[in-house]
C-alpha cells in the first residue's frame, strides 16, 4: 500500500508539484484533500535536529515508520497563537517516539525534535489554523539591514523564518529518495506502477 503511495507522485503531476525539500527534511504529500486542508504526507528526514522551538500553522498527527527522535514538548504561557520567545514556552514532556509511537500535537503546542538520520513517518495534517507559523524570536538568527535614510528610525530587523530553505524537489531527487526508502525497508524496491521515469 505505502509503496504504491510513494509511486504514484511520480505519476502525479499534482502531487509531485507538492513534494518538496525542506530543511530538516523531504516531504511527499501521498494525499490530499485541498478542500478540507488535509494532507497525508511521508517524511523523511537526515537526521537534522529541529532545537528552536516552534509550532506549526495546523494539528497534526505523525506516526513514525522507521527511525526515532527526541520530542520536547511545550505550551504557550500566554496566547494559544502568533510570536512568542522561549521564556513564554515553558517545557511541558520529553518523549522518545520509537517505531510504532503516534500521536497528534494541537496547533497551540511548541516543539522541537532531535531526530535519528533517515527517521521516516506517516504524517497527517490538518486545515491551516493560523496564517504561519512561529518560532522562538529570541533563538532566530537575525540581520540587520542598511539605516534608512529618510527615517530617524536607523535599524531594520528582518526576522529569518526557521523554514528558510524550503524549495520543490527534482525529479532525480525523488528517484534517489525512493531508492533510500527501499534501502530502509520502508518500501518496496520493486515498483508496482512500472512508471517510475520523466
Ligand atoms: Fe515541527
Redesign the pocket.
Known amino acids: 500500500m505505502l509503496t504504491n503511495l510513494v509511486d504514484r507522485v511520480a505519476i502525479d503531476e499534482v502531487l509531485f508539484a507538492d513534494a518538496d525539500h525542506h530543511p530538516v527534511m523531504d516531504r511527499l504529500t501521498l494525499w490530499r484533500d485541498i478542500d478540507r486542508g488535509i494532507y497525508l504526507r511521508l517524511h523523511v528526514s537526515p537526521g537534522n535536529n529541529?532545537l528552536i522551538p516552534?509550532?506549526?500553522k495546523y494539528s497534526f498527527t505523525t506516526y513514525i515508520l522507521r527511525g526515532s527522535y527526541t520530542h520536547v514538548w511545550r505550551r504557550r504561557s500566554v496566547s494559544y497563537s502568533g510570536s512568542f520567545t522561549a521564556e513564554k514556552a515553558p517545557l511541558g514532556l520529553v518523549t522518545c517516539e520509537q517505531v510504532g509511537s503516534c500521536y497528534t500535537?494541537g496547533y497551540s503546542l511548541i516543539?522541537?525534535?532531535m531526530m535519528e538520520a533517515d527517521t521516516v513517518t506517516l504524517f497527517m495534517r490538518g486545515p491551516g489554523e493560523q496564517s504561519r507559523?512561529y518560532a522562538a524570536l529570541d533563538m532566530l538568527d537575525r540581520t540587520v539591514s542598511s539605516s534608512r535614510a529618510d527615517d530617524s528610525e536607523t535599524e531594520l530587523i528582518e526576522e529569518r523564518r526557521h523554514t528558510d530553505g524550503q524549495r520543490r524537489l527534482e525529479f532525480s531527487e525523488f528517484v534517489r529518495l525512493r531508492s533510500r526508502l527501499a534501502a530502509l525497508r520502508v518500501i518496496d524496491a520493486i515498483s508496482h506502477t512500472d512508471q517510475i521515469s520523466r
Open positions: 529541529e516552534h509550532d506549526h500535537l516543539h522541537q525534535t507559523s
